[in-house]
């Protein structure tokens, strides 16, 4: 592929900050979703990665947040900014999006062939057999098999993982771009989060879209993602391509989020884990590093100073003070 | 909250004290019939020349009496009752106490309460307490305790079902202790907050029925009782019939302030969740 | 008798049904050796939560037996050594904590009706264990809603110690958790296990977590048990298609897509 034609990235956010009601404020930051690649954004409960896919894909207003500076380009157009409607042609047959607990964003009353019909309908009027037959299409792209009892189940008569298929096909509905999903193996068991973390991938290969999933789990989207992104507190600690970033952290959290997998750790020994618990969004207020009060590099300027991202490897960024240590150690 | 706990301590108060500070009795016939709120009588006289003021205020004692001891012991025997078979080991008793509960519920409250007072019948004489007021009390629980058991057994069984109270199981604790600590403080804090609501109906109740010619025997002055004796002199003398009636507002109002302050305090005491 | 004392938990041919459907667990035997730490591994409906109701005496199977040091458990009075012997942690943090008795009291409760100590007694004990398991100072006069699900979880740790128990058996203890507190639980299960020489017996749908604690794995689905053996054994040479899936998981997760070959996906059963 000649350089001068390759594709704009989907999503170019710089000094990216938005919140939800008083005290939630997340970033500044900058993420960059290339063409064809397979992002993964990891944080834990409270790091505000939820909110970044709804700020990914304009849907802050609808959870009562907003979007409060910088710049978010989709696919070259400015976002930032542009009112519900402007998202709303923007998202249309660009943008899908897979919400967390499906059981929930399902409707519960309704059998799946009638809601992938009605989102079917909104992508450009069809007929009932034509949506039929597309529904049919992208069931078996998410590889369910049985297609015709699907469409006639209502969610709780599937399996999480069926629903997370379903759910899948209906955020490809409008043959998307850009592909988010949040958290979609959560409260999945481990045999079905492999299974859907692998069709994802397969999806992503064989359509050429970007997908970005949000997870709190490391190691599942180190199996799936081409670059990795740590988000703590509201902010980006560290991104990267994955291999560099699981072989050689550079940011005190990444580091200790590996030391502290058990299926890293040798058997019988104590695992490093991080101590203390995630910092409590009201305090994100306070001066420093928010890291800190957990960090084990902690010196006295990282109370005072919060630390810009720099580039610690090519293609990689962490925001910390000691990052030279952190990879030495 | 306090605005309620306020109103019903005034109201309270003066019943105890309104004769003192008016310095006439409530059955004393010491004025001309019918005169309107003046200096001398606050709240003007009834028909009988009674003092309405003190009338209002005294009466508060007969309808604080029966929604207190009437809402205190269905609560209590009701939420009692309801814990127990939540905790029955056999489903027949909860069964059992549904169907019973839901035959006292079907059948209209007013109704039940009219044939229960009047086969209470209104001559007897109980403890010196007004005549007819047992009669009140004894309908007001009979039909009140089944809305608390119900209540009380469906919170008791989803607190039955948490791990917390599996845990005491695991650990030896005696039934008593698993009822008694862990789940009926959490079930009488529900069933407690219904009923401080549930006093307004109960006045009501009461209020209402001399209309239906039952309640409270004369001279025995009460809300309800006064209202309806004053019904036919409404438009010319009106003070006696809106004082009791403003009473009557006040604490149902007043009441309400406190049952929502308390439904807010419950609601951030219980756990958030995540 | 000796013999009896070695087996902890026991159960044989065990059924527990409900009233339709098909039975929860069925003919299951298992049986823990004192001072053995065992895993059991399966996915949502395997059965695994219930088998291990049967072991701690919580469940009577409907069909079978289950036994603890050598007793059956429906013969077991509340009040015996054995009923104190074998304590739970659960899943669900937030569910395990009476919400209107604080961490002090929840301990200091368990002390006093356990070990039968006076009140004053058995709250300095609680405040001992509390500190024990990580929890100091303020904290443990606090309600539980105030805590977050790692300190949770270490009063629901430190209130079944108070028991002083020869087994603990934690149910997905750190399911619910933040990914870097469930470590510092682990930690802390691990470290009880050496310091009191507890059997442990670890219910998990994450082969991870119990590689890591346990010596012994014991694989269910739907309702039975599909294989059991050495930790290091079913991982590196699982026998059957199902334990395979499981281990491939667990495998998978550890390596970035440019270094593994990819497997074809396999389709939806």
């Known amino acids: 592929m000649s350089p001068a034609t390759t594709p704009p990235p989907v999503i170019a956010a710089r000094e990216l900050r938005f919140s939800i009601g008083e005290t939630v404020a997340i970033g500044p930051l900058d993420l960059t979703v290339p063409a064809g690649a397979m992002v993964g954004i990891v944080g834990e409960t409270g790091s505000g990665k939820s909110l970044m896919c709804r700020a990914l894909t304009g849907l802050l207003p609808s959870i009562g947040g907003s979007l409060d500076g910088g710049s978010l380009r989709f696919e070259g157009e400015e ?106 193996t959560t409260a999945l068991d481990a045999t079905i989060q492999a299974e859907v973390l692998q069709l994802l991938r397969q999806v992503q290969e064989r359509s050429g879209m970007s997908v970005v999933i949000v997870s709190h789990d490391l190691r599942s989207l180190s199996s799936v993602c081409d670059t990795i992104v740590v988000m703590y507190a509201g902010r980006v600690v560290e991104s990267g391509p994955t291999a560099t970033v699981l072989a050689r952290p550079s940011h005190p959290y990444t580091r200790g989020l590996l030391a502290s997998d058990p299926a890293l750790t040798p058997r019988g020994t104590p695992l490093r884990a991080i101590e203390g618990r995630p910092l409590p969004a009201d305090e994100w207020g306070a001066p420093g590093c928010r890291f800190a009060p957990r960090c084990g590099f902690a010196t006295a300027d990282c109370t005072t100073t919060d630390p810009p991202p720099e580039p610690t490897a090519p293609g990689t960024q962490a925001a910390c003070l000691h990052w030279k240590e952190v990879v030495g150690a | 909250m306090a605005v309620g706990i306020a109103i019903v301590a005034a109201i309270a108060l003066l019943s105890v004290f309104a004769p003192a500070i008016a310095g006439d009795g409530p059955d004393r016939l010491i004025g001309a019939p019918l005169q309107a709120p003046s200096g001398e009588h606050w709240f003007g006289t009834d028909a009988l020349g009674r003092d309405v003021f003190v009338r209002t205020f005294v009466a508060a004692r007969v309808d604080y009496l029966v929604a207190i001891f009437g809402t205190l012991f269905s609560l209590i025997v009701g939420t009692t009752l309801g814990t127990l078979v939540a905790m029955a080991r056999r489903p027949v008793w909860g069964k059992l106490l549904m169907r019973v ?174 | 008798m000796s013999e009896q004392r070695s087996i902890a938990l026991d159960a044989r041919e065990v059924t527990v049904s409900y009233a339709r459907g098909a039975p929860a667990i069925a003919g299951v035997s298992l049986a823990i050796p004192a001072g053995a730490a065992v895993g059991i591994v399966g996915e949502s409906g395997s059965g695994k939560s219930t088998l291990a109701r049967v072991l701690v005496g919580e469940r009577a199977p409907t069909a079978g037996e289950a036994r603890v040091f050598g007793r059956r458990w429906s013969e077991v009075g509340r009040r015996d050594r054995e009923r104190r012997a074998v304590q739970m942690v659960f899943q669900d943090p937030y569910g395990a904590l009476n919400p209107r008795m604080t961490p002090l009291e929840t301990v200091a409760e368990a002390v006093e009706v356990v070990r039968g100590q006076p009140r004053r007694a058995a709250l300095a004990a609680a405040e001992e264990l509390l500190d024990h ?74 082969i991870a977590v119990v590689e890591h604690l346990t010596d012994e794995v014991v694989v269910m689905l739907n309702g039975g048990v599909v294989e059991s053996g050495p930790v290091e054994r079913v991982l590196t040479d699982p026998h059957e298609p199902y334990t395979r899936r499981l281990v491939d998981a667990f495998h998978m997760r550890a390596t970035p897509p440019a270094v593994r070959t990819d497997s074809p996906i396999e389709e939806q059963r």
């Open chain 3, 133 to 206: 398991v990580g929890l100091g100072g303020a904290v443990v006069t606090r309600r539980p809603r105030s805590l977050s699900g790692g300190q949770r979880q270490r009063v629901v740790i430190a209130r079944a110690l108070a028991c002083e128990p020869e087994v603990l058996v934690a149910d997905e203890p750190t399911s619910a958790l933040d990914v870097s507190v469930q470590a510092q639980i682990l930690n802390l299960l691990l470290r009880l296990r050496r310091e009191r020489e507890l059997t442990l017996v670890l219910i998990s749908h994450d």
């Open chain 1, 79 to 184: 976002l930032a900014g542009a009112d519900a409607r402007r998202w709303a042609s923007a998202r249309r047959g660009r943008i899908g999006f897979m919400p967390q607990a499906s059981l929930s964003s399902l409707n519960p009353v309704r059998r799946i062939g009638a809601q992938m019909r009605e989102t079917l309908r909104l992508t450009g009027s069809r007929s009932r057999g034509a949506c039929d037959r597309r529904a049919a299409e992208l069931l078996a792209l998410v590889r369910l098999r049985d297609v015709p009892r699907v469409l006639r189940s209502y969610p709780h008569e599937l399996s999480g993982g069926m629903r997370q298929r379903v759910m899948l096909a209906l955020a490809l509905v409008g043959e998307p771009r850009l592909l988010v999903a949040d958290e979609p």
């Open chain 2, 101 to 274: 509960t839901d035959g006292l519920i079907a059948v209209p409250f007013n109704l039940l309460i009219l044939v229960i007072v009047l086969g209470f019948g209104t001559e007897r004489d109980v403890l010196g307490l007004p005549k007819g007021l047992p009669g009140v009390l004894v309908a007001v629980i009979v039909v009140g305790w089944s809305i608390y058991a119900r209540l009380a057994r469906a919170e008791a069984m989803t607190l039955r079902q948490r791990e917390f109270v599996g845990a005491a199981r695991l650990m030896g604790f005696s039934k008593r202790r698993i009822v008694g600590r862990h789940i009926l403080p959490t079930v009488i804090l529900t069933t407690g907050t219904y009923a401080v609501a549930d006093t307004v109906m109960v006045i009501g109740l009461l209020a209402g029925l001399p209309f239906l010619g039952a309640g409270v025997l004369p001279p025995t002055p009460e809300w309800g009782t006064m209202m309806f004796e004053g019904r036919g002199v409404l438009e010319s003398a009106w003070w006696v019939v809106v004082f009791p009636a403003a009473a009557l507002v006040a604490t149902a109002i007043a009441i309400s302030l406190i049952a929502d302050g308390l439904l807010d305090r419950l609601g951030a005491g219980e756990e958030a969740g995540r």
